[in-house]
């Protein structure tokens, strides 16, 4: 049985712990709040880009663009969303192990997809693996401001420009609520899917000076905005699953301590009757 | 006089939402002049200020390309960065300028030399709009 010291000495340290843990959880709850506001903030620039975007390419009907057209998949871009630091759960790992499967499964050398990650758990996991990065960003920001990413966005999308990828997919969290996150997989280009039904009828716009000059400026933005869309929606999930991970990991510190506490009651007690029997023996020795 | 509802909204979010009743902007192909009722239209803007005119108001805004929608009685301006001047951080703005004209100097590769050039345009732009405000 554990001495009392040494019962002692673990009550502390995982009260210590849990000061910290408690602490953490605090932290990521209120960045988990900027964050969905952020989020919130960015609604509507994305949805007017998207409605624009979708009555031109609907409505235009001779507007054309290599950005709307899929054609043969020799490569596959995989823009992947993680943290940079780990404690989250099973954020990063649900995201990764979702990619890696894709990759094992569709593609046999390395000259058939291209790899972009945000975040370092990302960087490093496909590293060790021996999976070559082509791009990758770290240290963003909690609150990510749309200049942080546009580099590697509009890096990301000349990628495809270049003919280097023929598709990109993001995976990423998707922020369901501060309990539930979901890995999303999602088809940024060629843009094919404009989610929701065409608005092309309720506005049917002039274009000044025509057609193609728009989309050459309003496709990489809209592309763009849909990975920043991704970031923010990740940056949200990663602290509500920072948060839900650290909480769970308070509770586990408040059951070790109350059955810590338990053990040491009971090796107390069982030093203090050992004590009594000792001196009531002594004394009865002596009578 | 009738007026017409602005938005402009960026990824960090609205910047401004007020009736107006002339906006006037420099996109792609030249300047625009837009009031109530123009027909619905879509433009590329250039790295610029807006003048909006309202009653007895005017205001400038700073924004960095984006596109302006318009509808007859709404505009929508839908930017990568756009700033009040009141908004603008004129010391970043000045380093910024300062960074792009030295490396405009030094002429290295073709795609730095692009993105200096626009990154200077974005800080005179700024510094303009600040400095014809006050």
Redesign the interface.
């Given at each position: 049985m554990a001495s009392l010291r040494d019962i002692k000495g673990r009550i502390t340290s995982t009260k210590k712990t849990k000061q910290i843990t408690k602490a953490m959880e605090m932290v990521s709850a209120s960045k988990l709040n900027r964050a969905e506001q952020n989020a919130r903030y960015f609604v509507p620039y994305s949805e007017k880009i998207q409605e624009v975007v979708a009555s031109i390419s609907q409505g235009g009907g001779d507007a054309s663009h290599p950005m709307l057209e899929s054609r043969e998949v020799k490569c596959t871009g995989y823009l992947v969303i993680t943290s940079d630091r780990g404690l989250a759960g099973a954020f990063n790992s649900s995201v990764l192990r979702r990619v890696y499967q894709q990759i094992r499964q569709h593609h046999t050398s390395a000259e058939e997809y291209k790899l972009i990650t945000i975040g370092r758990i990302g960087r490093d996991f496909f590293r060790k693996r021996n999976i070559p990065v082509d791009m990758d960003i770290t240290g963003l920001a909690d609150q990510p401001d749309f200049a942080d990413i546009k580099d590697i966005a509009s890096d990301t999308i000349q990628l495809f420009t270049d003919e280097e990828i023929d598709q990109l997919y993001i995976y990423y969290n998707h922020y369901v609520s501060a309990i539930t996150q979901e890995v999303t997989e999602k088809k940024v280009l060629p843009l094919t899917d404009f989610g929701g039904e065409s608005v092309g009828s309720t506005s049917s716009y002039e274009y000044e000076p025509n057609q193609e000059e728009i989309l050459e400026v309003l496709l990489p933005q809209y592309a763009e905005s849909l990975i920043y869309g991704a970031l923010l929606d990740s940056k949200a999930s990663e602290h509500a699953a920072r948060m839900t991970a650290m909480k769970s990991a308070t509770d586990n510190a408040d059951d070790l301590i109350g059955d810590l506490t338990l053990s040491y009651n009971r090796a107390r007690q069982a030093a203090i009757t050992q004590e009594i029997t000792e001196i009531v023996g002594g004394a009865a020795a002596l009578e | 006089m009738s007026t017409l509802t602005v938005?402009v909204?960026?990824?960090?979010?609205?910047v401004l939402e007020e009736a107006f009743e002339m906006v006037s902007c420099k996109?792609?192909?030249g300047e625009?002049g837009i009031l109530p009722g123009h027909?619905?239209?879509?433009?590329?803007l250039t790295i610029s200020a807006i003048r909006l005119k309202g009653e007895g108001k005017s205001d400038r805004i700073a924004v960095s390309?984006?596109?302006l929608?318009v509808?007859p009685d709404k505009v929508?301006i839908?930017a990568?960065?756009a700033e009040k001047p009141t908004d603008i951080d004129i010391d970043r703005a000045r380093m910024a300028k300062e960074r792009a004209e030295r490396r405009l100097q030094d002429k290295q590769a073709d795609i730095d030399f692009k993105r200096a050039e626009l990154a200077l345009k974005r800080a005179i732009n700024r510094l303009d709009v600040y400095e014809n405000n006050f």
């Amino acid at each position: 049985m554990a001495s009392l010291r040494d019962i002692k000495g673990r009550i502390t340290s995982t009260k210590k712990t849990k000061q910290i843990t408690k602490a953490m959880e605090m932290v990521s709850a209120s960045k988990l709040n900027r964050a969905e506001q952020n989020a919130r903030y960015f609604v509507p620039y994305s949805e007017k880009i998207q409605e624009v975007v979708a009555s031109i390419s609907q409505g235009g009907g001779d507007a054309s663009h290599p950005m709307l057209e899929s054609r043969e998949v020799k490569c596959t871009g995989y823009l992947v969303i993680t943290s940079d630091r780990g404690l989250a759960g099973a954020f990063n790992s649900s995201v990764l192990r979702r990619v890696y499967q894709q990759i094992r499964q569709h593609h046999t050398s390395a000259e058939e997809y291209k790899l972009i990650t945000i975040g370092r758990i990302g960087r490093d996991f496909f590293r060790k693996r021996n999976i070559p990065v082509d791009m990758d960003i770290t240290g963003l920001a909690d609150q990510p401001d749309f200049a942080d990413i546009k580099d590697i966005a509009s890096d990301t999308i000349q990628l495809f420009t270049d003919e280097e990828i023929d598709q990109l997919y993001i995976y990423y969290n998707h922020y369901v609520s501060a309990i539930t996150q979901e890995v999303t997989e999602k088809k940024v280009l060629p843009l094919t899917d404009f989610g929701g039904e065409s608005v092309g009828s309720t506005s049917s716009y002039e274009y000044e000076p025509n057609q193609e000059e728009i989309l050459e400026v309003l496709l990489p933005q809209y592309a763009e905005s849909l990975i920043y869309g991704a970031l923010l929606d990740s940056k949200a999930s990663e602290h509500a699953a920072r948060m839900t991970a650290m909480k769970s990991a308070t509770d586990n510190a408040d059951d070790l301590i109350g059955d810590l506490t338990l053990s040491y009651n009971r090796a107390r007690q069982a030093a203090i009757t050992q004590e009594i029997t000792e001196i009531v023996g002594g004394a009865a020795a002596l009578e | 006089m009738s007026t017409l509802t602005v938005s402009v909204v960026t990824p960090d979010g609205p910047v401004l939402e007020e009736a107006f009743e002339m906006v006037s902007c420099k996109a792609e192909s030249g300047e625009l002049g837009i009031l109530p009722g123009h027909i619905p239209m879509v433009a590329p803007l250039t790295i610029s200020a807006i003048r909006l005119k309202g009653e007895g108001k005017s205001d400038r805004i700073a924004v960095s390309g984006g596109f302006l929608e318009v509808r007859p009685d709404k505009v929508t301006i839908l930017a990568q960065s756009a700033e009040k001047p009141t908004d603008i951080d004129i010391d970043r703005a000045r380093m910024a300028k300062e960074r792009a004209e030295r490396r405009l100097q030094d002429k290295q590769a073709d795609i730095d030399f692009k993105r200096a050039e626009l990154a200077l345009k974005r800080a005179i732009n700024r510094l303009d709009v600040y400095e014809n405000n006050f």
